[in-house]
């Protein structure tokens, strides 16, 4: 009797096998120790997230001494440096990342800070040599400098005065004040307010709308000056030692605050607050080492706040979840204290400088804002 065999149906289900191809946004990067062409056999695909020539860029050769800060301009299509060789570095974000200007006469001592114009194409910096300066970065040449305090100038910020678009910009200093000048061509020479702390100031910044101030000093506090009384108004506690750095939030609401403690506080500057003390969080996990270096946090604001980064003695930068306080992650790669971050505005990208003179562009997960 033959064997009957079973009808065919026409929806029969074939296994495909897969393809190896890697996807549109991936890129295949060959792993191997040695030079023979026949041993790179390890192949592995990185899911790209930027538009950066490699996950991690360095850019480096423009300083010989340590970089103290870095910062994207307002668009993210470039980079500034300043640095402890007295120099100011202007760099591509993308392909080819070039080093088109170094600016080494503007200061005459170690450049402790920078900030883009908001915008105009000038470049504000501040410096151990007591000055302020303003630099048109069409032509490279500084066109005001100010003896703006009577010590080393530790901190610069700059923000929109609300409804009278003048950029106004805020200095704070080791002979104690903290100073709002006018910024843009047509500044004046004279401080629109100074603040009198009475200890060595170490980080200022802006809140949103520019009409309040928070400086962080040696005496372990953030106080809030308020710019139309023209005085102090309260102050937030929660460090056991000096602020390094302040970083408002993309929406205004928090505060943030590295120290020398190697403890990081959040805090919550909305008008009510739900918590007395106004701390929101308080993250662990970047070590601020023993060199009294002024270590500068950022926010994320591609993905809208949701991430908080500060640079540690350890090498690394320490990129943490802020609702739930939790380390993302740890990115190596410099070879000295990491001392500056900064988010790119529109891609996940981080942007850390170092004691070692360098920096480092470094991809990361995009965040959903």
Known sequence: MAKRTAPQEEGTLIKR??????????????????????????????????????????????????????RFDPTGQNIAACSADRGISLWRTYPPNTNYGLLSTIHKAPVLDLQWSLF?????????????????????????????????????????????????????????????????????????????LGCPVTCVAWSADGATLYAGALDNAIHVLDLRKQEEVSALGGHVDTPTGLAISPNGSYLLSPSFSSQTIIHDIRPFAPSP???????????????NTL????????????????????????IWDVESSKILYKLPGHKGTVTAVDFHPNEPIILTSSKDGTMLLGEIEPGAP
């Open 17 to 70: 096998a897969r393809s190896s191809e890697p996807e549109a946004n991936d890129q295949q990067i060959v792993i191997s120790s040695s030079n023979d062409e026949r041993q790179k056999a390890l192949v592995r695909s990185v899911k790209r997230t930027s538009n950066l020539e490699a996950p991690i860029v360095s850019l480096s050769g423009a300083h010989s001494a340590e970089i103290l800060s870095c």
């Open 120 to 196: 105009s194409p000038l470049l504000y910096s501040v410096s151990a040599d007591h000055t302020l300066a303003y630099t048109d970065l069409t032509t490279g040449q500084r066109i005001r400098k100010l003896r703006a305090h009577r010590e080393i100038i530790n901190s610069l910020d700059r923000t929109l005065a609300g409804g009278a678009g003048v950029e106004l910009l805020a200095t704070a200093s080791d002979d104690g004040t903290v100073r709002v000048w006018e910024g843009g061509d047509e500044a004046g020479k004279d401080p629109v307010a100074v603040f009198e």
């Open 277 to 291: 003390n106004r701390i929101h969080r308080v993250l662990t996990g970047a070590p601020a080492g023993f060199e």
């Open 295 to 318: 270590l500068r946090g950022a926010w994320g604001r591609e993905d809208g706040g949701r991430r908080v980064a500060v640079g540690g003695a350890d090498r690394t930068v320490t």
